[in-house]
């Protein structure tokens, strides 16, 4: 864990594009209340195969007027290279210089999958057209990817985000701080340097928790998922058992040299910024 305790710490604020006025009106104040703990920028998702393309552009510059800078995600999977250009060129227009690059998932049903295949080659695609204008997040798995072939697959495709051009990377929420330090170890043993930032889900709802974690293959060890259960409907204790457990593995992340945390808000501001206090940031 060395060389990540070298990185400055980055803190920032992920938010989903809202698709009605109320949401919108609701991603302004989260977003302003999160911009007074000062993080380093705010990012915003992208829907799968280009769905919120306008609407993750038009959060994305509204979310500049709260404060921070905020970067687009953008996904590849089942686009053209000229359709990702012409977003590029959008952002880059819009003075955006920083993104979350990925593959992204094809929507279910949708047969093309255009001609991106993979996350590397969407970065290296930016490189070669925009240099070094943008400032490249992607992301990491300390539990791997649900569809790699293999742990070690996963750390090789991970190895050719970095190499084609990455300059920076955040992690898929999990619940179990060593298997980021594991995941870290493994990717400075094949002399990747780039920050690997922790992300961090905070815990608010364990139905929505349980169906996000069975689509994107993060684990809830059987403990948090048992007491989580037994408090069914109750969810102020819900609250507080989740802000005990993410604040504790936040604190040893942190302590073992995790260079920041990205939150997973899920456009509330509240169990962020609960975790942010018990944490002394
Ligand atoms: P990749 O890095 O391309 O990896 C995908 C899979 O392919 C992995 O299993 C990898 O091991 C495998 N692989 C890579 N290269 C090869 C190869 N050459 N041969 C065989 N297998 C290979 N999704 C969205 O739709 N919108 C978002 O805004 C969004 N934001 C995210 C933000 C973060 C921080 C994270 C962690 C995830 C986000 N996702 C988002 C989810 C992401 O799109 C999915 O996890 C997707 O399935 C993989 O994207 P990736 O960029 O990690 O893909």
């Known amino acids: 864990m060395q060389s990540q305790k070298t990185h400055r710490k980055c803190f920032s604020f992920e938010f989903f594009p809202p698709n009605t006025t109320e949401g919108a009106e609701k991603l302004a104040q989260t977003a302003k209340q999160l911009a007074l703990l000062k993080p380093e920028f705010f990012s915003v998702t992208y829907g799968a195969g280009g769905s919120t393309r306008e609407r993750t552009l038009n959060a994305v510059l509204d979310l500049c007027k709260a404060g921070p800078a905020a970067a687009p995600h953008i996904s590849c999977i089942g686009s053209s290279r000229s359709s990702i250009r012409e977003i590029l060129a959008d952002y880059k227009a819009n003075g955006i210089r920083h993104l979350v690059a990925l593959r992204g998932d094809l929507p279910s049903g949708t047969a093309t999958a ?26 990491a798995y300390p539990e791997y990817h649900p ?12 190895k050719r985000k970095v190499e084609a051009g990455a300059d920076s990377a955040i992690t898929q929420y999990f619940f179990n701080a060593d298997c980021y330090f594991n995941f870290v170890d493994e990717c400075e043993a094949m002399g990747l340097k780039v920050p690997i930032v922790p992300g961090i889900m905070p815990i608010g709802r364990f139905s929505q928790l349980a169906r996000f974690s069975d689509a994107c293959g993060a684990e809830i060890p059987r403990w948090i998922r048992r007491k989580l259960e037994g408090y069914g409907d109750d969810t102020e204790s ?14 040893r992340l942190l302590a073992g040299g995790a260079p920041g945390l990205h939150f997973y808000t899920l456009n509330q501001s509240s169990l962020t910024t609960d975790i942010w206090k018990r944490l002394g940031l």
């Open 238 to 251: 819900i609250r507080a058992f989740g802000l005990d457990v993410v604040s504790d593995m936040c604190e």
């Open 147 to 158: 569809q790699a072939r293999s742990a070690q697959a996963d750390l090789d495709a991970f």
């Open 114 to 139: 255009g001609e991106f295949h993979y996350a590397n080659e969407l970065v290296a695609f930016i490189r070669e057209e925009f240099g070094s204008h943008f400032f490249i997040e992607v992301a």
